[in-house]
């Protein structure tokens, strides 16, 4: 049997459904029979109150079963669902539960407040898959149900968590524990492409396969007055060459500091940067820019600024010099200014 296990995906409106369709397609495409949501399928109890009748045709377009598990941000709504279409089943019974399906037994602990999965006592399988949500071998005691490693450690074939919003798995005396992360970024730290888990229960191996989701990466580039133009050119093709890596990312492209053209704008610069990207192959729709911190210099601003921090600079170093100096430094500084800007 393949199964596919993703989990938090945190829904909120009706533009969060294509996230559905979207794992869907992948699970349809890669012949999946089973879908394991492990908890936080709503973000909160009114969205799925929301959204609940809008995702049954939705559902209706997988061709196997989907089985969820609640988690912190949605057990309060599933608690009294056993179902949200005929090939979704909701497993939220407490302390847990056990589906057997295709001679393995699925071992489903919902999200329990004040309590962790050690508490539990969780029946043991032969052939057998853990699904769970909650905070992963963890020291800090204010924890959303502990879960620790000598819990799941060689007891099952697959664990199957939610609760992070980033990728993560790892192998514990055989038994192998995954965290897909969140299928969408649900905020700017849930970084880089988004993956669902596909497991071959034949072999129990497992497969990380992107999503087809667009997601955005934050990325600042430090621009400096000293920056020649092949400078530029090299920071702004290393912050945008996600976009040759990942066909679903977009960039939010910070400039920051300070930078003299006094020859065009600000918006004009951009324009010649877009270009410049465009010229090296970087697709520039797929890249939004941010120029709130970025400062035009003029070159007599720059020329008044730079020789008043050099005075000041040696007035702090050497100040019984600076009668002496200063005129000296003023005179060539005039003579090589051109050239400096």
């Known amino acids: 049997m393949k199964i596919l296990h993703t989990a938090d995906i945190h829904l909120k409106g009706k533009e969060h459904i294509s996230i559905i369709e979207s794992i869907i397609y992948v699970a349809n495409k890669e012949g999946i029979e089973l879908i394991i949501i492990a908890g936080d399928?709503?973000?909160?109890?009114?969205?799925?109150?929301?959204l609940e009748n809008e995702l049954l045709p939705i559902w209706e377009q997988f061709q196997g079963d989907i089985l969820i598990v609640p988690g912190n941000h949605d057990v309060k709504y599933l608690k009294d669902r056993t179902e949200l279409a005929s090939n979704v089943i909701v497993a939220n019974k407490t302390p847990f539960s056990v589906a057997l399906i295709d001679d393995i037994h699925f071992v489903c602990v919902?999200?329990?407040?004040?309590?962790s999965l050690s508490d539990i006592n969780v029946p043991r399988f032969d052939s057998s898959v853990l699904i769970t949500h909650g905070t992963y071998n963890s020291k800090n005691e204010n924890t959303y149900f502990p879960i620790a490693i000598s819990d799941v450690s060689g007891l099952y074939n697959y664990v199957a968590l939610g609760h992070y919003h980033t990728w993560f798995d790892k192998w514990e005396s055989g038994?192998?524990?995954?965290?897909?992360?969140?299928?969408?970024?649900?905020?700017?730290?849930?970084?880089?492409?988004?993956?669902?888990?596909i497991i071959d229960t034949d072999t129990w191996k497992m497969e990380r396969v992107s999503l087809p989701i667009l997601y955005m990466e934050y990325n600042v580039v430090n621009l400096s007055v000293v920056d020649s133009p092949v400078d530029i050119e090299e920071k702004l093709l290393n912050a945008t060459k996600e976009l040759n890596n990942h066909p679903y990312c977009e960039i939010m492209l910070s400039l920051q500091g300070s930078i003299s053209f006094s020859q065009y704008s600000l918006s004009e610069f951009i324009i010649k940067m877009k270009e410049m990207l465009d010229k090296k192959g970087v697709d520039i729709t797929r890249i939004h820019w941010n120029i709130e911190k970025i400062t035009q210099l003029s070159s007599p601003m720059m020329y008044a600024s730079f020789t008043?921090?050099?005075?000041?600079?040696?007035?702090?170093?050497?100040?019984?010099?600076?009668?002496?100096?200063?005129?000296?430094?003023?005179?060539?500084?005039?003579?090589?200014?051109?050239?400096?800007?």
């Not at 709503?42 to 109150?49: I, Q, T, V």
């Not at 919902?110 to 309590?115: A, I, V």
């Open 110 to 115: 919902p999200y329990q407040d004040n309590l």
């Open 175 to 197: 038994t192998l524990v995954v965290n897909p992360g969140a299928p969408r970024q649900t905020r700017k730290s849930d970084k880089g492409a988004r993956f669902v888990a």
């Open 308 to 341: 008043r921090l050099l005075v000041d600079k040696i007035t702090d170093v050497a100040p019984q010099e600076i009668n002496e100096l200063a005129p000296f430094l003023f005179e060539r500084l005039q003579q090589e200014n051109q050239n400096i800007l």
């Open 41 to 50: 399928l709503f973000d909160a109890a009114a969205n799925g109150r929301v």
